[in-house]
């Protein structure tokens, strides 16, 4: 497989996300969905609709999330939809629970190392493409958050999620936490999961990460730490494997001495075994590259 093209760009402003966009040359046909970390309430990390605002618009794309399979005030519909307003993200764009009405869509994964099927919010048949907008950090139990668990987790509906944590094996979020896998067989059902996605829009998608507000815990922790390292910048790519590795590489290239912290949390839950995992079933290739855009 040929080398895949990831863009970057220090430049965080609204409108440099449109520009790294643009410099994809990828039309996104049809209804857009756009996924975005849209933040539990109490986390002060997540990134803001306002800055999403001009790229939103710019493909004329719907916001979409999914619940979640945790206590918080994400998971049933009618709190989630609340918070989605208090965060202001259903005040200024079109936004799309898309589990909010079962049943779940279900995607097959032939070639899935842990998962073949993947259970995602059924509203997913409304769109013709995807752009998966990521806040890059850390998280407690992938290690790291990017385009590839935007695209598992991301778009799995609750019992979906259920399903993806306890690698296939329950779909009920109220015995999950009990019942864990052993961690590598949870990183490579997030794997097996974003190749469905990846596969269902046959190649109607964008990745956009951006790498600020870099906490080792993700923008579902109500309470999550501080930023441990300076921000470093945006990147784009039409591969969603090359562009987490190109985000870990530069954590690992950063001279920023709270890289350590942030390299702390990916490699002690084994984070990149993800990108290894669905590099390995063809979700996308590690080999890449960064072209810097000033």
Known sequence: MEKAKVYFTKELTPESVVK??????????????????????????????????????YVNGTIVECNTAYD???????????LLEN???????????????GPDLELKIPNGKILKQNFVGRDLVNYDSMLVLSHFKGHPMGGYG???????????SSEGKAWIHSAGKLKDQSVLWDNLPEQDAFLEAMADSAMSVVEYFKGNTAFINIMCNMSVDCDCCAVAE?????????LASLDPVAIDQACIDLVINSDDPGKEHLLERINSRHGTHTIDAA??????????ELIEVE
């Not at 918080?72 to 939809?81: I, L, V």
């Not at 079933?281 to 890449?288: V, W």
């Open 20 to 57: 790294m966009f643009r410099i994809l040359n990828k039309k996104l046909p049809g209804k857009v969905a756009v996924k975005v970390h849209s933040g539990e309430e109490g986390n002060q990390n997540y990134l803001r609709p306002e800055f999403m605002k001009p790229m939103v618009e």
């Open 72 to 82: 918080g005030e994400r998971n049933s519909s009618k709190k989630h939809k609340k």
């Open 87 to 101: 965060h202001g993200w259903s005040r200024i764009f079109n936004v799309d629970l898309l589990d909010e009405n």
């Open 146 to 156: 990017g385009a590839l668990k935007q695209l598992s987790i991301g778009c799995a």
């Open 226 to 234: 501080d930023p441990c390292m300076k921000d470093i910048g945006i």
């Open 279 to 288: 590099a390995g079933i063809g979700a996308g290739t590690k080999e890449y």
